[in-house]
């Protein structure tokens, strides 16, 4: 796991085309902004896993069926 520390309006990117940006925080909350290509899943981990338990698999495994 990479640990890093991002103020407001700074990013990260992953493997050439997914930018991660610190939009805000107030109190105990961030609020991140996700630019990802269209074929690339992005979810919040809850979301993530009710497709997991209602599809059996990750959403990347249909795609590629």
């Known amino acids: 796991m990479l640990v890093i520390t991002r ?3 700074e990013s990260i ?3 050439g085309n997914i930018r991660v940006t610190m939009l805000s ?3 105990g909350k961030i609020r991140l902004g996700i630019e990802a290509p269209e074929y690339i899943a992005v ?3 809850e979301v993530h896993n009710r497709k997991v338990r ?3 698999a990750c959403e ?3 795609a590629m069926r």
């Open 7 to 9: 103020k407001v309006g």
């Open 13 to 15: 990117v992953i493997d």
């Open 25 to 27: 925080h107030q109190g």
């Open 43 to 45: 979810d919040r981990e």
């Open 54 to 56: 209602e599809f059996g």
């Open 60 to 62: 990347q495994d249909f």
